[in-house]
């Protein structure tokens, strides 16, 4: 095998790796996807790389005409540091109930999303990986009670993740409103 052609192996060995592919954890049965859309507050998560300092973290979906969702992750490193923003581009895969999506940041990376729990109001969820490699608490406000949270927090855990894997997400957001250039995308 030349080097060329070992090199290619490997890098499709890598790209195979991170596909998408069907949950091994449990999840929701169904996700009515037009109720999930929106804004969600990162509360709490296993980071990703970029993410691991998070501020004021806000993920929000947006379903388009084709199907697709479009996805924008705001953060800032530092409570008030430069926003930081990605915009993958997300898909519910087939047969799921809208449960598994796909998520591709960078062409040809794709990465699974399971939403493990989402509450009958669509106020609080867990989205989670088959790799128990990252997750995410979100809900609709930048606060929870703290029982709220513990619930979610053992939900998460019962997931095979780990305790001290988790990171509380600092969600400082003023009484009066968003400081500007921190609104979430609507």
Known sequence: MTARSGAFAALALVLAACAAH??????????????FMGDWYVIAHVPSWPERHAHNAIESYVLDADGTIRTTFRYRKTPDGPLKVMRP??????GTGDTVWGMQFIWPIRAEYVIAYVDA????????????????????????????YEALLA?????????EDVRK?????????????REPVR
Not at 22 to 35: G, S
Not at 130 to 142: C, E, G, H
């Open 22 to 35: 069907p949950a091994t954890l449990p999840r929701m049965d169904k996700v009515e996807l037009p109720r």
């Open 89 to 94: 581009k997300g898909w519910a895969v087939p």
């Open 121 to 148: 109001d669509y106020q609080e969820t867990i989205v989670a990986r088959s790799k128990r490699d990252y997750a995410w608490i979100m809900a609709r406000t930048p606060t929870l009670p703290p029982e709220r």
């Open 155 to 163: 939900r998460l855990l019962a997931l095979g993740y780990k305790p």
């Open 169 to 181: 997400v600092p969600q400082a957001w003023p009484e009066a409103g968003f400081p500007a250039g």
